[in-house]
């Protein structure tokens, strides 16, 4: 960074985009599929704002930083500089393109700390902002990318990009055993997780496209599958989340795979929403021999049905679902389902992502998943509590 100009010292620089690095890591599960950034508005050597990327379909860092910078005392026409951990996005995805956000700041340098690793957009924001007559500087040092966000590299691997499939977060209640399925007698024999981690998973549910799960969880649960603010005004959706697009208005859309149509058309998941719930489109994904008169009703009850290609006479066919819930604009999807479906998509290797409640529930019925959380299998773990419930959040390699 050598070409830095007096006002700011290369070594200064370059260990802000450390620092800025090391905090966006603090949004990776939040974030993912994409990258942890980081940024910071900068008026001379003084530190205006830092910014992060924080929600996944949520503005991106530098969008964050000038908007926090705007908050500040520090005038507009004092800012000249931003660092930011990751080139500025130039195409319009969730949200618009960074460069003309950066554009239109009046900010004249900008830092760099590591190029967009897809060699789609690779460079291209950078020519956009030195197009625009602004100085771009990229640090040399070996990009913080691979400390802060091996997921969005392993996002952006050869395999995926050829044949591209959704974001996939697994996430399920256990008990101490790992069971995915309570004693009888406790929780009406379905609820494990606490109040906290229920009005965290609706949460998440507001931040993903769609929610995939199996027939054995309708026909046993009878879910609604919807997003709700459970009591507590807000927690749910973030409203500005929502004015952007995504996710969308009516929430995550709600796909059944189902390969014999057994889903009954009076379930809960085709009920009118109440107030305050987004209740997003039913799919029901069936083999092409479901029977057509099932289908018919399912279609009157409000579902669409889609078919899907088996892996044999029974099983649908994990791989070309996944690449089909792509095509129709999936991009980040929950995994809300039971154990059946859990172990294939855990062994077809199409989970990404894993969100684990452990409640204090002794006992269980059904097949544990405790073998799937081994050490070897993960990535970025990390333990936290939810009310009374233990929580792991990892990546899977
Ligand atoms: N603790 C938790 O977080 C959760 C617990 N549960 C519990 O899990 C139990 C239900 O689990 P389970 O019976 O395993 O049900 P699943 O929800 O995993 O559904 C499995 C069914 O989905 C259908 N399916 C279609 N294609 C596939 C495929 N490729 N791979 C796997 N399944 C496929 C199959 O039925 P078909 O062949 O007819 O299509 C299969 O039997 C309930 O007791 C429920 O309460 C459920 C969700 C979450
Ligand atoms: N049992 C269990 C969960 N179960 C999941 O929640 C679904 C019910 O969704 P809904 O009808 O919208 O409330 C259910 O079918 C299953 O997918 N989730 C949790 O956070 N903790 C729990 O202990
Ligand atoms: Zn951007």
């Known amino acids: 960074m050598n070409g830095i100009s007096q006002t700011l010292d290369p070594a200064i620089a370059r260990s802000l985009l450390r620092e800025l690095g090391e905090s966006a890591r603090a949004f990776r599960f939040e974030v993912a599929p994409n990258p942890c950034v980081g940024a910071a508005v900068l008026a001379g050597s003084k530190v205006v704002s830092r910014g992060f990327h924080r929600v996944w379909g949520g503005p991106h860092a530098e969008v964050d930083a000038l908007r926090l910078a705007a908050e500040s005392s520090v005038p507009q026409s004092e800012w ?91 996430k399920w209640a256990q008990t101490l055993t790992g069971q995915l399925s309570p004693p009888e007698d406790i929780g009406g024999g379905r609820w494990i997780s606490g109040p906290t981690s229920v009005a965290e998973v609706h949460k998440l549910r507001g931040r993903v496209d769609a929610i995939v799960t199996g027939v054995g969880t309708v026909l046993h649960d009878d879910p609604r599958l919807t997003v709700r603010p459970m009591g507590a005004p807000g927690l749910a959706v973030d409203p500005s989340n929502l004015s952007k697009g995504s996710p969308p208005p009516q929430g995550p859309a709600r796909i059944v795979l189902d390969s014999w149509l057994r889903t009954s058309p009076t379930a809960r998941l085709f009920e009118e929403s109440q107030d305050g719930e987004l209740a997003g489109p039913v799919v029901i994904v069936a083999l092409p021999g479901a029977d057509p008169i099932r289908r018919r009703a399912l279609e009157a009850a409000g579902a669409t049905v889609h078919t899907s290609r088996g892996m044999d ?85």
């Open 80 to 170: 000249d500089t931003m660092l930011v951990t990751l080139e500025p996005c130039s195409t319009t995805g969730k949200t618009p393109a960074c460069v003309d956000a950066i554009k239109r700041s009046g900010i004249r340098r900008v830092i760099v700390g590591a190029l967009d690793p897809d060699p789609r957009h690779r460079g291209r924001g950078l020519e956009i902002l030195e197009e625009a007559g602004i100085e771009v500087l990229v640090d040399p040092v070996p990009s913080p990318l691979q400390d802060v966000a091996p997921h969005f590299l392993h996002w952006n691997d050869n395999e995926r990009v050829r044949r591209p499939r959704p974001w996939t977060i697994a």
């Open 313 to 397: 006479r029974f099983t649908l066919d994990l791989r070309d679902l996944w690449s089909w819930l792509w095509s129709q604009g999936y991009q980040r999807v929950l995994l809300e389902t039971g154990p059946t479906l859990l172990r294939n998509a855990l062994d077809a290797g199409f989970v990404d992502q894993l969100r684990i409640y452990t409640g204090n529930v002794r006992g269980g019925e059904g097949e544990s998943l405790a073998p799937w959380l081994t050490e070897a299998k993960l990535l970025e773990r990390l333990h936290r509590e939810s009310g009374q419930d233990a929580v792991l959040e990892a990546f899977l390699r």
